[in-house]
């Protein structure tokens, strides 16, 4: 076999069913198969993708964490490839193959990641990545990454000098789209179990490097709804993410002098506290009734489709109270929902679509006529 897809879902049935809609059309003439590991889901998940046509799914009694249920479905592969793919992704119909041909041509490739769009077209700036040595960490913990992102040294955490458009080598390939040559994870290992989620896909990347493998950023297009099972102003998100960070720096410069690595955890711990401090105060702000620059509470519906479509679309939003419009320039100061049905078009041009007017208030929604019901990242319209 070629290939094998693994996808990881916890309580997001919606999001992984439009995942393999999408992979389905991206794995044709492939040989191939999609294996999804639930992590213990409490919304039905394992009932709604039981019943989805060439998909493998294993049932975990327990949240076994990303990398546990990642490594239960790779332990079972023969394929000469393992792509890990989140559920909250959506493949263009030429990416897998993309990959594959790359990955093919430069049998050094360890590892392979991808082009990644937000739900609002823009480039995802984790698509290339450099290793979070402590200098690494520290330009980005200051700030200096942020204001010089193209610069070779203090940029070097998002790699922000390399092209969009080409193959690039990289250090650091993203957990929500990695490829991963099976002969490489025989001789380095699997995923660490010690992270349960966040920062398995740095340090896997890492010992690829270490291994003699390369890391490449190929420009094939997916968007990434980034993280709709994880909310990321909440205490437990904060609490993972950083850990991680602390495990990957404690495993991999603990031969540094305490000098570097101390005030490095110390920098950590007080980010972590004001990345809560600024949760705490958002929320506040909205309990108290300021506006925020763009409402998200009441987004507006804007339909690209058939007749028929929009016939079927305008009927959920009249149920949901949300108001349609002509253009999106009607939206003003709410987001606007782009609302394209992929039984209409194709995943690529909707990606194109989205990426071609990039707009942080102007988000993707896709309604899939067979369970009638719009996906956003803020909501499932049924």
Partial sequence: MKLTVVIVNYNVKYYVGQCIDSLKKALRGIDSEIV???????????????????VRLIESGHNLGFSKAN???????????????????????????QMLDFADSHPKA?????RMHNDCGTLARESRRGLPSPMTSFYKMSGLCSRWPDHPRYGKYYMGWLPWDTASRIEVVSGACFLIRRRALDEIGLLDEDYFM????????????????????????????KGESTHKTSFVYVH??????????????SHL????????????YFIAMLTLASAMWSRMKKSLGFARRYSTEFPMLYFEGSDSMQQRCR???????????DSINEAGQHVAIRVFDPSETSYSNIIN????????????GLYHRDKDIIITQMEIYE
């Avoid at 999804?36 to 046509?53: E, F, Q």
């Avoid at 679509?353 to 993707?364: D, K, P, Q, T």
């Fill in 198 to 225: 966040y920062g398995e896909d740095v340090d896997l990347s890492y010992r690829l490097l270490k291994g003699g493998w390369e890391n490449w950023f190929v420009p094939a297009d997916i968007i990434h709804y």
């Fill in 353 to 364: 679509a989205m990426s071609g007017s990039a707009n942080e208030r102007v988000r993707l």
């Fill in 36 to 54: 999804v590991v639930d992590n213990h889901s409490r919304d039905g998940s394992v009932d709604y993708i039981s019943k989805i046509d060439g």
């Fill in 257 to 268: 002098s305490w000098l570097i690595i101390w005030p490095l955890q110390v920098a950590v």
């Fill in 110 to 114: 360890g590892g392979i990641g991808v």
């Fill in 240 to 253: 993972v993410f950083y850990n991680a960070m602390l495990i990957f720096m404690r495993k991999h410069y």
């Fill in 315 to 325: 009927a959920i939003a009249k149920r949901k109270g949300l108001t349609v419009i």
């Fill in 71 to 97: 490594n239960i479905a790779i332990r079972q592969s023969e394929a000469e490839y393992v792509l890990l793919l989140n559920p909250d992704t959506i493949v263009s119909e030429d990416s897998i193959r």
